[in-house]
Each structure stands twice: as C-alpha cells, then as structure tokens.
C-alpha cells in the first residue's frame, strides 16, 4: 500500500504558504510530496489515540500529524476514511475556500480563528462551535499554533442516525430543517467549554475513526450522538448562539425559535412579535415562509412533544398534565391531543405502558 502521511502535507501546505503567500489546496499538496517520491510503502500504523493525555492539547496535533492517508483515498475534501463520516483537525490553510455537501462541525479547543462566508466574517476563541449546513462556502483561517476540530457527515447519515435527539431541540431542528429540505445555507454557533469530559469524547472519535475493531463505525457514531447531546444541552443553558443565512429574515429565526421553545406554555403570537419589535402579522409570515408552519401548529406540537413525556413517565392526572403544557381545560387539551396523535391522551398512556 502507499500512502503519506497527514502532517507531510501539512507541512507542504505551510511550506507553500511561506513562498506564495497563497493557500494550497490539499490534493495539490499531496500530488507534491508523491512527484517528489515522499511516499510511504507497506501497511500503515494508525496512530494510539487512546493513549493520548487530554491535558496534552499539543499531543493530540502530534497524533493528528502521524495518520497515514492512503494515496487512493484522497479526494477534493479532506482525506476521506469513512464514506459517511470523518473528523480531523482543521489545516493551516488561508484563502481557501471549501464548499462541501456535508453537515459540518468546526471546534475551536485551542487558540483562535476567523470564519468567513462570502458576505460574513466571524472571530471565534476556545470554546466556540460552528455548525454548517451543506454547501455553504466557507474558509476558516488559523495558524499551526491554534487548533480546531472537523467533523463533517453526509447529510443522509444526518437524518438515519440523529433524527431522535435533533427532535428534542426546536432550534437545532429547524435548522436542520431549514438546511437540509429547503437547502437553505445557515450556520449555528455556540458556546462548548473544551472540558476533559468533551476532550475525552473527542479523544474516542479519533480512536475509532479509522479502527479496525468490530462495531467501530458503531462506536463512533455513539460517541458523535453523544457531543451532539452536550451541543443540544448548552443551546438549553445559554443564549451563545448565532446564525446567518443568505436570507437575512433567517438571521433572527433561531433567536424566535429558541425563546418559543421556552415560553410556549403560556406564549401568544402578539407577545412574541413584541418581544422581538415585529408586527404579528409580518412574524406570522416570517415563522410560516422559513420553517412551512405557522405559529399555532408550532406550539401545538410544543405541547404535545411534551404531554407525551408527562404521559409516559409520570402518574400525573390528565387534567394536571393538560395544565403543565399550558392548556386552559383537560377537554381542550384532549381535543388537540386527539388531532395532532389520531389518539386520546389517555389512550396513548396506555399504549406506551402496554
């Protein structure tokens, strides 16, 4: 087998910079090192991951550096090792700009870096998260000293294995929504502290990126459901969010989506278009054009995401669980229950516990 090795071509990619002061694009780069023979033959040793100390953030680049890429796996993207999934750290590389059709996660554990769109710029310190939809061009620029995580996902792997946790999110959802039915090209940014718990999540994805153990593709995906679980939890615990789409209607649409999603119990569409300076009418048509329903059907579903919940895990009355989610009478909630289930509330208890 011939191969190279990851931090070869980082260092070409450097090596031009410094004598163009040009970006170099990766294949480019590695079709260098092979013109000039510094490829590697027989069978490559993927890096230990597993031994790598979280405390020891320049170590993971030293491990980064040491992953062979097998020379008929390099693509217009980064390195492709798994056809659905790869992470990696993000290269050096200024004045490119990359436009992938991946579901893309930019995580910035050490130094800093600027995002840019073709309309936006964006400075970003330790502890910032993107989250891009597919196809939107972007170029993220750091130096070798800074260190951000990659993580993209073809948008089909998207909706198979992440559908049931990006459900209990209305934010993260609809983006999700937005960008992947209607091609809508946003991106998110949050707040993830790079803590040692999140470091060692990180530290089991590159362990299993590219293992040959059984079931590793499985692991690996767990684990990635599981950093998507602590992102889905900081969005519940802070307002460090941001988003922007070439529409700028969408650019406050996860500012009304994640205030929705904690007022709904007792929210009216007037109160929300105060709150955010709109009339109703005009957020009405906002909330209906950028996500295909209206604020009624919205909360309903709020609502019964939630009567489900109550349902299943709890002994409450019907009634009391009607007015938890915000309804005015047990019949009124049963009523919207039955609409939106095809199923009584009670009925549905009942199911679940059969």
């Not at 802070?238 to 007792?266: A, C, D, E, R, V």
């Not at 409450?316 to 049963?334: M, Q």
């Not at 919207?336 to 509330?345: A, I, Q, V, Y």
Request: charged share 20%.
């Amino acid at each position: 087998m011939n191969y190279l090795i990851l931090g070869d071509i980082q260092d070409e990619i450097i090596e031009y910079h410094n004598k163009y002061n040009q970006g170099y694009e990766f294949m480019d780069a590695a079709a260098s090192l092979r013109a000039k023979g510094k490829t590697y033959h027989g069978i490559p040793e993927y890096p230990d991951f597993l031994s790598w100390n979280t405390m020891d953030l320049e170590g993971l680049k030293s491990l980064v550096a040491k992953i062979p890429v097998a020379l008929d796996e390099i693509r217009p993207i980064n390195p492709t090792y798994h056809p659905s999934v790869q992470i990696n750290l993000e290269f050096f590389n200024p004045s490119v700009f990359k436009e992938l059709h991946f579901v893309t996660i930019l995580y910035v554990i050490k130094g800093i870096a600027t995002f840019h769109t073709h309309s936006d710029s964006l400075n970003l310190n330790a502890g910032d998260l993107l989250i891009l939809s597919p196809d939107l061009a972007h170029q993220l620029s750091c130096t070798s000293e800074d260190i951000v995580i990659n993580i993209i996902s073809e948008p089909e792997l998207f909706k198979e294995h992440f559908s049931q946790i990006l459900s209990k999110n209305t934010l993260l959802s609809n983006f999700f929504h937005l960008s992947l039915q209607h091609q809508k090209k946003m991106y998110l940014r949050f707040n993830l502290t790079p803590s040692a718990e999140i470091l060692n999540i990180i530290k089991h994805l590159f362990a299993e990126f590219k293992s040959l153990k059984t079931f590793s593709t499985e692991v690996f995906l767990n684990y990635l459901q599981i950093l998507y679980a602590h992102i889905l939890r900081n969005c519940d615990n802070s307002n460090t969010y941001n988003g922007l789409s070439t529409s700028k209607q969408l650019t406050i649409l996860p500012s009304i989506l994640l205030y929705l999603q904690k007022h709904f119990k007792t929210l009216t569409l007037s109160e929300l278009a105060e709150h955010f300076n709109y009339t109703p009418a005009y957020l009405s048509r906002l909330i209906k054009q950028e996500t295909g329903k209206n604020f009624n059907k919205i909360v309903a579903e709020m609502k019964t995401k939630e009567a489900k919940q109550l349902l299943t895990h709890t002994e409450y009355s019907i009634g009391y669980i009607a007015e938890l989610v915000g309804y005015n009478s047990a019949d009124h909630f049963g009523y919207c229950f039955k609409k939106m289930l095809g199923t009584s509330p009670s009925q549905y208890r009942k199911i679940q516990r059969d």
